[in-house]
């Protein structure tokens, strides 16, 4: 099945196509001999399967057939709720259903094992779902910026007189700062996170401006663990990640921009997103809105959408697992990284 959406400016190599399933009309980039094993790749936001094109032709050079899609709710892919915030049925985008999505495409591809799921920000996250999930489909997994935290832990020992310690507060904690602040997560959770990153007349250095803040070419950053899950430490962190109380992620943004030279920002960001790659995210941004992987966030910050992971409570992942990271890692993680992976 095709669409009529305008070609992608793709490199050599990749080309872009349309598989129709039961469920969803994917949107789908490849690169490599389809003959060759499968590579999944599993973009974040706000991303698409565009994100990969710099890295798919080399993964297929080594020998593989790579396949990088729109995933549910962001891009050329269509089937998904598109309903407004409150109409929306959020069980169309929980993580088993995320999974589910790999799993349809990948049989609609006529494969019956995955060498390896490559998975980046919230793509991380369904990598890593996949991985628990059916290791008798995906043989590896590859995570990128997004660790793995292991599977959720269900009550034990119900019989035990101590009950376990609360939970901090930490939305309340963060609100009483003297300088208050929210955490970008539950931002986007927020029925205002859309429209307000949406305005289209502030669409192009928005995303510019996101993209940039987020690399390694801002000065801003200065990674660091943090001691604790706290709001004295996390206030520590980036404003684009903990946010001010009162603040939009566009107003975030665009006032930390004003303190770049976009002369000296444009030539730092050609090596890696040109203005004829940014203008992709633009147009497909500007079509889509954000609302549909925003859906995600709802998802993961409310543990009544979350219930269904728990049929995997204390399970492992088994197959290898590969976490690829910053040299200082940004923020707060509790426990050790392999903790939900088997030795």
Known sequence: MTNSFPPLPLPNGISESYIQSHDLNYHILRAGNPTHPLIICLHGFPELAFSWRKIMPAIAAEGYHVIAYDQRGSGRTTGWDTRSFTSVDLNSTTLTRLVRDAVILINALGYKHVACVLGHDLGAVVASMCAL??????????IMSHPFKGAPVLPSNASN????????????A??????????????????SAAPELGAKSELPQFLRGYFHLKSADWCGNRPHPLSAWSASELQKMPHYYIMPLKSSMREVVLREMKREDISLVRGQMARWLNDED??????????????????????????????????FSGRKIEVPLLFVGERERLGFVSGAWGAGCDA
């Open 133 to 142: 999930m059916r290791p008798d489909l995906f043989n590896s997994a590859i």
């Open 161 to 172: 007189p101590h009950p376990p310690s609360p939970t901090p507060d930490i939305h309340s």
């Open 174 to 191: 963060l609100a009483q700062l003297p300088s208050p602040r929210k955490h970008y997560k539950w931002y986007y959770s927020t029925a």
């Open 278 to 311: 940014l203008a992709v995210y633009v147009g497909e941004f500007e079509r889509t809105g954000f609302q549909g992987m925003l859906n995600w966030y709802r998802v993961i910050t409310n543990p009544q959408w979350m219930k269904d992971v728990e049929l």
